[in-house]
């Protein structure tokens, strides 16, 4: 009869989903995949990092974080904060600069773009003459100095970005007063290097990349000093007084000059390769930072010797007989130094080392011994290793909440216990309702916890579940033990390690009982471990046992990855998640599924072979269900014959690059027998054109079948205490879900508290559903005579939900990739259903039950479906109507992993990988909400007349 | 009247023979009866030569029901797909009210000794460019058989002619449903899937829809071949506007009814095993309105089959159904039960 109501135009229905339901893309978490320029401000404290794709984010104190994106899409290749302002100047690799600024709006700073502007040159000149290589902000905030590949620098009036013309510096008005004979006009190609007096805003240095340097009278305009650089110039820093300068250089020296108004002797100081005396790499970048007791840090990248450690990427800090080279797992892209910023102060007495490197940011304290790092309160690696899976866990107990932490304090006391330096701006964002755990595994066989309440993705433990088996890498291998006499001074910072020693210890899938403190992971290898929290180190057997998914069928033989060795005897374990149960699954495939009941002391896990139940109280194995279907050899070969067909298919796609290469390539060719080659083009582009015409992209059309590959492949297993024999008596039961569309229901019988040791738990398999369109069973669902879904086990028991309702019928739930479909219980037969795939042509991908609030009243809540499909859409559907309530696009479709990798919460929030280092997190509802919301304050500047500082920080990087 | 023999499963002989051994039986050596079988499926299905006969013995499970009908008042309609299982399809009775009256049936072959593989099916509501075309797969091996690409169509648009991307048939499989139907071709442009646009929809969306709704699939596609289409007299007589057949009171129903009385057929087919280990289709809760209608269909189908069946008069026995029904055994070596393939608890 649901057919002749007409789709949903309830007036009142309509107004309460407006209260219930909003599509908010909130935050980003993680790092920003391909950073490219990295920018600080000390007089707002606040950072900033431009990536590759043209986005530019902005962080200060915890909870500060500002994002925009520039239109284009371009890398963004500079970035200089406009002194004393909220304001900043992005350079972008098209040459074209953007003025972004912070402004405050409705109660909170946004980040907003001004103004773009690109230099142009006269007519006719090349584009070199204009394109951009360093960028000096005034510190009378009125002009921009641009120093140009052709020599020029051009002077911009901000915020207009008018190009100054008669204020230009060229070549030919530096070189009148530098005598003719160790220069010529050559030595003013490419500014490398701009830098504004310390103390005279009226002077500026210039670093021409051929090694001339120039002091600049701006009022005066002409040069006043010069300095002959025998080598390449890489860079310039000020020291605080004025007096001196560094410079640094291709060959990996660096050399510091003296400036005195008497004396215009160009020779250096002092000029050291502090990695010679063989040849070394070029210091790009350099610090001199001045202390009081006399010694200065001098902090600087790169210079290491080219032939043994060329291929490092490294910082060196050098103070007095102190001297280090952080030693970074990936390219170091930029970084600065956070210092007195007080102009008054005497000393820069700096605190801190930031260092952008391309796959994370080390910070590290300076003013302690031994320089430790200091732990990031953001801006977390998420893929130090690659993450496998994820799992979120709403409304965490304080005790466990507690526990959690303090387990991973104990994994954290090699960080340095500075407050984190970067404290610009105020949170004003609520605090988070509750707290919420945010868990992914990764490839390395670890599981990190992240504390993901609010805006701040923040680790607080890492598990790893290593130790318990026999691997080739010895655990104690530990990178940073260096002998004494180790040279360079290599210390190896940051967390990024991106090599797993063996991929079968990856990660696949968690479960975590929040009120028991039980944990379930399941591995590549088929591994299930069933941990339980210890708040104290300790040392014991893991209990091992094997599940074998095919019993003895004949036939049969694996051909993927051999099982994990397990490790004999006592293993010692730190404090925190203990392993005290493993199951290996027989064939080792992949674990695709997993449930935990904490309650009844089980775990259930399934592979593409079957699904088991084994029992962690009396470490039994209960049962174990093969699910295979008898013609699917595929399923039984392993991964390796897919990874055979993806490498047929990676050779055929790098020989097609290859051959479109070569015909562009042809097609350039010019001279005399261009007609010929224009010939032979034709002709390989009709041979190309009648190849595609022979195999377009075509689709094959057929009818889902019970002896189709995959179809014994578990997606889904689920608990429930419900009416599974008869309506008068409920009990346990285990359901699984297939890629074959069966679902499998299992009658267990747990024995009670009192005699759980002394009786086996039994199971009976009870029913068997097929559905008829054999589309993958992603989720099962129990609905109890209200109607609501029944809660997680020991939720009642916490108070934290009402009891189910027991009395009325209850109703299962399955969601197929295709179908939602609503059965009564204990006889099934159906009852309603919504068709997806049939009528719109889209699949599910994720399904997950939220609560959603009303942002009008605290009394109402309700519990919908939400939906993930192929397409990266999202929907909401209603419980238990099975009606669609509303649809966001919320992911490209095109982005496969992206969609693989989402996650719901319980609350109709979510996350999903935009990159393999970022989460994006985004919220379907109203009440729940977790957004940056802070404010940007202009600090007050105490006196009009003191001398700006020049905004040393926003050092130019090379390009 | 039931009868139930034993029967060679290796060695079933001839129809001819196995015809004589029915009217042996039955004792009626000199009526002329049609022979039916109900298949895997539930569909009632004709016996009249060899190869169905032996197609009918190999399905048997291992009990093979037989029907027989005299052939004088033989109900043709009988036979067919979801015979056995139909039921009431309430939206269809309220759309069509003339379904319950008994529309006389014009027998044009011998559809009795077939089942529908496919139809065109909405001729009278469709431009005469369009073709919708309905493939009925059985759970039987034969494949769907085609596949379909991306590419481009023109279309009439108030800007003029446009080029917009379309969905078209790319190739058949020889041996395939679709190639055996004849209705479908390469370079067919496929426009509408279950009654629902494909237009701005993805190739892969549409592979889906399509395959989702694989077991009742209705295509509307615009041939590439134009000559073969149908031409119908009320578009030449000039009253184009008008439908011909009086009782469709509009042509929108008309789609509704046909494309949603598919859906409601090959729906319910999911199955349950309890654990008896007996495989089962998922009934549908029904609500108590529509129990009464689905019961009012089984006695419909009851009166009819009982005027086409053998009158009991004729029998020896005494017997009020009027039908004939028989169970055949055959034995079956080495057949697998559900339940041994399963768990370590037996059931």
């Given at each position: 009869m649901r057919r002749f109501l007409r789709p949903g135009h309830d007036p009142v229905r309509e107004r309460l989903k407006r209260d219930l339901f909003q599509f908010n893309k909130t935050v980003e978490h993680g790092f920003p995949h391909q950073p490219s320029a990295l920018g600080y401000s000390p007089f707002l404290r606040l950072m900033a990092i431009g990536t590759r794709s043209g986005a530019i984010k902005l962080y200060g104190a915890p909870g500060v974080e500002f994002m925009g994106l520039h239109?284009?899409?371009?890398?963004?290749?500079q970035i200089h904060f406009i002194p004393d302002q909220c304001q900043l100047v992005t350079l972008l690799d098209d040459n074209s600069l953007h003025l972004w600024s912070l402004k405050q709006h409705g109660g909170a700073s946004e980040l907003r773009e001004e103004h773009r502007f690109t230099l142009k040159g006269p007519p006719g000149s090349p584009p070199s003459a204009t394109q951009v290589t360093a960028v000096l902000p005034h510190s009378s905030r009125e002009v921009l100095y641009l120093g140009t590949e052709s020599g020029n620098i051009f002077v911009v009036e901000l915020p207009s970005f008018r190009v100054l013309e008669d204020r230009t510096i060229t070549p030919e008005a530096v070189l009148?007063?530098?005598?003719?004979d160790n220069c010529n006009?050559?030595?003013?190609?490419?500014?490398e290097a701009l830098r504004e007096h310390p103390k005279n805003p009226d002077q500026i240095l210039i670093g021409y990349s051929r090694g001339l340097i120039v002091l600049w009278d701006l009022q005066n305009n002409k040069a006043t000093h010069h300095f002959l650089g025998s080598q390449q110039l890489e860079n310039l820093y000020w020291q605080r007084d004025g007096s001196k300068f560094i410079s640094c250089h291709y060959d990996g020296s660096y050399s510091q000059w003296p400036v005195s108004s008497d004396n215009r002797q160009s020779e250096p100081l002092e000029n050291t390769v502090p990695y010679g005396p063989f040849p070394c790499k070029a210091i790009s970048k350099i610090y001199w930072q001045t202390t009081k007791n006399g010694l200065p840090y001098i902090i600087f990248q790169g210079g290491m010797p080219r032939a043994s450690y060329g291929d490092r990427h490294s910082i060196s800090v050098i103070h007095g007989s102190q001297q280090t080279a952080f030693d970074f797992t990936s390219r170091v892209i930029d970084f600065f130094i956070i210092f007195s910023s007080d102009p008054a102060a005497e000393f820069d007495d700096p605190s801190a080392l930031v260092v952008l490197a391309e796959e994370e940011l080390v910070v590290i304290d300076l003013k302690s011994a031994g320089w430790p790092a200091v732990h990031p309160p953001y801006l977390a690696s998420l893929h130090c290793s690659a993450i496998t899976c994820s799992h979120h866990v709403s409304n965490i107990p304080l005790k466990l909440w507690e526990r959690i932490i303090s387990a991973g304090s104990k994994q954290n006391i090699h960080y340095s216990s500075m407050p984190w330096p970067i404290d610009g701006g105020t949170n004003i964002a609520p605090d988070p309702p509750q707290r919420d755990l945010l868990l992914t595994g990764h490839e390395d066989g670890t599981v990190r916890f992240w504390d993901a309440s609010g805006v701040c993705l923040h680790l607080l433990y890492k598990l790893s579940t290593v130790r318990v088996f026999l691997t080739d890498a010895d655990p104690n291998d530990n990178m940073n033990t260096l002998g004494e006499e180790e040279w360079p001074p290599l210390r190896k910072v940051g967390t990024f390690d991106p090599y797993s020693d063996d991929p079968r210890l990856g990660i696949q899938k968690i479960y975590l009982c929040k009120y028991s403190g039980y944990l379930a992971v399941a591995g590549t290898a088929g591994q299930v471990l069933v941990m339980e929290l210890n708040d104290e180190d300790a040392e014991h057997v893991v209990d091992h046992a094997e599940a074998d998914l095919l019993q003895d069928q004949e036939g049969y033989r694996w051909k993927g990855h051999e099982k994990l060795k397990t490790r004999d005897g006592p293993v010692r374990f730190e404090a925190g998640f203990q392993p005290f149960v493993l199951v290996q699954c027989?064939?080792?495939?992949?674990?695709t599924s997993l449930a935990l009941h904490s309650e009844w002391k089980l775990v259930a896990f399934g592979t593409s072979h079957g699904f088991g139940l084994f029992?962690?109280?009396?470490?039994?194995?209960?049962f174990v269900k093969c699910t295979l279907h008898p013609s699917d050899q595929l399923a039984l070969e392993g991964p390796l014959s897919r990874v055979k067909s993806l490498k047929k298919s990676l050779r055929q796609s790098f020989r097609r690059i290859r051959r479109s290469r070569v015909s562009s390539r042809k097609r350039r060719g010019a001279g005399g027998n261009a007609s010929e080659v224009q010939e032979a083009n034709a002709k390989f582009d009709q041979d190309v054109l009648q190849e595609m015409e022979l195999a377009p992209v075509q689709r094959k059309i057929e009818a889902r079948s019970a002896e189709d590959s995959f179809t014994g492949f578990v997606r889904t297993l689920y608990f429930a205490d419900t009416f599974l024999r008869d309506s008068s008596r409920h009990c346990p039961s285990l359901w699984a879900g297939t890629n074959g569309g069966t679902v499998y229901a299992f009658c267990l019988r747990v024995p009670p508290a009192e005699r759980r040791m002394d009786e086996p738990v039994r199971a009976e398999q009870a029913k068997e559903i097929q559905l008829m369109h054999r589309a993958p069973v992603v989720g099962i669902l129990v609905l109890d005579g209200r109607s609501t879904p029944l809660p997680e086990p020991l939720e009642v028991a916490h108070d934290l939900s009402k009891s189910p309702d027991m009395q009325g019928s209850h109703q299962l739930l399955v969601v197929s990739e295709e179908q939602f479909k609503v059965f009564t219980l204990p006889k099934v037969s159906s009852k309603l259903k919504l068709k997806l795939t049939a009528l719109e042509g889209c699949r599910v991908r994720k399904v997950t039950v939220a609560n959603f609030g009303s942002c009008k009243t605290d009394d109402y809540s309700e519990n919908d479906l939400a939906v993930l499909t192929n397409l990266g859409d999202i929907q909401i559907i209603s419980l238990p109507f099975l009606k669609l309530q509303i649809r966001y696009p919320c992911i490209r479709k095109e982005d496969v992993s992206g969609i693989a990798s989402c996650v719901f919460t319980k609350y109709g929030q979510g996350f999903y990988l935009i990159s393999p280092s970022e989460f994006e997190r985004f919220s379907l509802s109203t009440k729940w909400l977790v957004e940056p919301r802070c404010i940007v304050d202009m600090p007050e500047v105490t006196s009009n007349n003191h001398v700006h500082k020049s905004d040393t920080e926003n050092a130019a990087r090379k390009s | 009247e039931f009868r139930r023999f034993s029967l060679e499963r290796s060695k079933p002989g001839k129809f001819e023979e196995f015809y004589g051994l029915l009217q042996h039986v039955h004792k009626i050596p000199n009526v002329d009866v049609l022979v039916g079988y109900t298949d895997i499926h539930g569909d009632l299905l004709p016996i009249n030569n060899d190869d169905n006969y032996h197609k009918a013995v190999s399905t048997a499970n291992p009990l093979l029901r037989i029907f027989i009908q005299r052939k004088e008042d033989a109900d043709y309609s009988a036979f067919g797909t979801d015979t056995m299982t139909r039921k009431k399809n309430v939206l269809s009775n309220v759309l069509r009210p003339d379904n319950h009256k008994k529309k006389p049936h014009?027998?044009?072959?011998?559809?009795?000794d077939f089942r529908p593989v496919s139809s065109i099916i909405d001729v009278d509501i469709l431009p005469e460019t369009h073709r919708r075309v309905r493939l009925y797969k059985y759970g039987t091996d034969k494949p769907l058989g085609f596949y379909i690409r991306d590419g481009s169509s023109v279309r009439v648009t108030p800007h003029g002619l446009e080029k917009v991307p379309g969905i078209f048939i790319s190739r058949l499989v020889p041996g395939g449903l679709a190639q055996s139907t004849g209705l479908l071709a390469v370079n067919d442009e496929v426009l509408e899937v279950n009654g629902i646009e494909v237009s701005g929809k993805s190739l892969d969306q549409v592979t889906d829809m399509m395959i989702a709704n694989s077991r009742n699939l209705i295509i509307t596609v615009r041939p590439a071949n134009q000559r073969n289409n149908v031409v119908r007299n009320s578009r030449t007589s000039g009253s184009s506007g008008q439908s011909t057949e009086s009782s469709l009171p509009s042509s929108t129903p008309n789609i509704l009814g046909s494309l949603l009385q598919g859906e409601e057929e090959s729906d319910e087919e999911d199955i349950i095993i309890e654990d008896s280990g007996e495989p089962q289709q998922i009934p549908k809760a029904a609500p108590a309105s529509e129990s009464i209608e689905s019961l009012s269909q089984i006695e419909l189908l009851h009166e009819s089959s009982q005027n086409g069946f053998l009158p009991s008069s004729e029998m020896n026995l005494n017997h009020s159904a009027g039908s004939i029904s028989m169970e055949y055994e055959v034995p079956e070596p080495g057949r697998k039960s559900l339940e041994e393939d399963g768990t370590i608890i037996t059931l």
């Open positions: 239109e284009e899409n371009n890398t963004v290749m009148q007063r530098i005598p003719e006009r050559r030595s003013c190609e490419l500014v027989q064939p080792p495939a992949v674990v029992d962690h109280q009396q470490k039994r194995l209960v | 014009i027998v044009i072959s011998m559809p009795q």
